[in-house]
Every structure is written in C-alpha cells, then in structure tokens.
C-alpha cells in the first residue's frame, strides 16, 4: 500500500484525516457495524519463524477478559504468549493495531495468529492456521460437528509473553543455533555472529529461560541489533 506508515497501527483511524487515517476509518466503522464475538488477526512472521498466537494487552485492568482471550488461545492448539508487557505495549503503539483496538476500545476477544513466511503463500501455514482457527471456533460452538485437532505442535509449558531478543555486539551474518519453538535455559546458545572469513565474532545466549519465536529475514546483521525475538515466562504454571 502506498503509505509511509505502518498500517496496522492507525484504528481506529480519522474519517477527517490524512487518507490512510480515512481509510482506517472505513475499515473500523464496517467492523463495528457486526455483531461481534471476537476478532481473529491473521498474520505472517519470518522466514524462519514458529507459529504462534499473540495475546492483545488491556490498557485498563480487565480480568475476565483476560482469561477469555487466554482460554481462546489455548484452544487454538497453538503456542499462545501474551504481548509485550504494559509499557512497552504502548511504547510500540500496539493498542492502535487492529487487534488492540478491538480488545481495548470494543472489550471484544481478538487474537493475532502469526504462521507462515511474509510475502510468501506456504500451503502448510494456511492448512495450520485454518486448523487453529476452527480449534476456536468449535470450541465456542460456533460450527456444527467440528471437533478440534491436535496440531502437532511443541507447546512449552508455562505463561509466556513476546519480548525482543538479545542485540549483537558484532557485524556479521547470523548463524542459528537454537530451533525454533523450543525451550531454552539461560545461557543456551542461540546464534553465532559470523564475519565473512567465517570467524565467529559474537556468540549469543539465552538471557533467560525463553523460547526462540522467529529469527530476521535478514543474513547479515549489525552492531545493536536484536538476532530474534523471544517468548520468554510470565508465569511458570497456568
């Protein structure tokens, strides 16, 4: 789309305003004119990514509703982790995503399912993410004779939230070392940072107990970059 702006952090947009802001509001308004049960936000991640459902924060404390978007995921039989802690949900202005929006605005349940590579179709995303969504839909019993699936999937035990990942403090081409979707421990390797003699000038850890979630779509990284993003435990037990 032809806007400098990232799109998905304009709801509930200005119908007075610039025309992305009018565009926004377009798309808002239509959406507020259902009768909704929830919102579904379905995205893509890295190349090298696993699947995975986000949680939206609510800005003002809402426990019930928590818990139904918790249970919601779960239900998906996707790794579910809930966003950024509370301020740093709002310092990259997430509440004004579509999803943030919706939960924060309408106290409506919405989920962010992030599967598959962007700008790219990969059939095994969509059949895993048209499996997860129905996982949620017939656990509403909102389709008749659906039963939910298992999805094949690793899913760490525990509560966990998206965090950004440890930064290099070398130039070179990453190198992972940690699968993704797997539990690590504090001080696991993740990636190696590697000149293009092949000598490794950085070796990143685990800072914590953590999940790699997705590693850049990018072979060469820079000093003070993150090299992937991270679940990392809110809660050891549910």
Request: aromatic share 8%; net charge negative.
């Amino acid at each position: 789309p032809p806007f400098e702006k990232d799109i998905n952090r304009q709801f509930p947009g200005n119908i007075r305003g610039d025309l992305l802001e009018q565009h926004i509001a377009h798309i808002w308004n239509d959406l507020k004119s259902y009768n909704l049960d929830l919102v579904i936000d379905l995205h893509t991640d890295s190349g090298e990514a696993y699947p995975y459902v986000l949680l939206d924060r609510s800005i003002v404390s809402n426990p019930s509703l928590a818990e139904k978007i918790w249970i919601l995921g779960e239900e998906s039989r996707m790794f579910s982790i809930w966003e950024y802690p509370l301020r740093r949900y709002r310092q990259f202005n997430l509440q004004n995503s579509l999803a943030g929006t919706v939960l924060n605005q309408l106290k409506i349940p919405s989920l962010t399912i992030e599967a598959g590579p962007r700008r790219h179709i990969r059939a095994s995303s969509v059949a895993l993410t048209l499996k997860a969504i129905q996982n949620i839909l017939a656990s509403l019993g909102m389709l008749k004779k659906a039963k939910q699936e298992d999805l094949g999937l690793r899913l760490p035990y525990g509560v966990w939230r998206r965090e950004t990942g440890p930064r290099t403090s070398e130039n070179g081409l990453i190198f992972p070392l940690a699968e993704t979707g797997v539990r690590l421990s504090k001080r696991d390797p993740i990636a190696n940072i590697i000149n293009e003699e092949g000598v490794v000038q950085d070796v990143i850890y685990a800072p914590e107990t953590c999940v790699v979630i997705s590693y850049p779509d990018i072979g060469y990284i820079q000093t003070g970059q993150p090299v992937c993003t991270l679940a990392v435990l809110e809660f050891e037990e549910i």
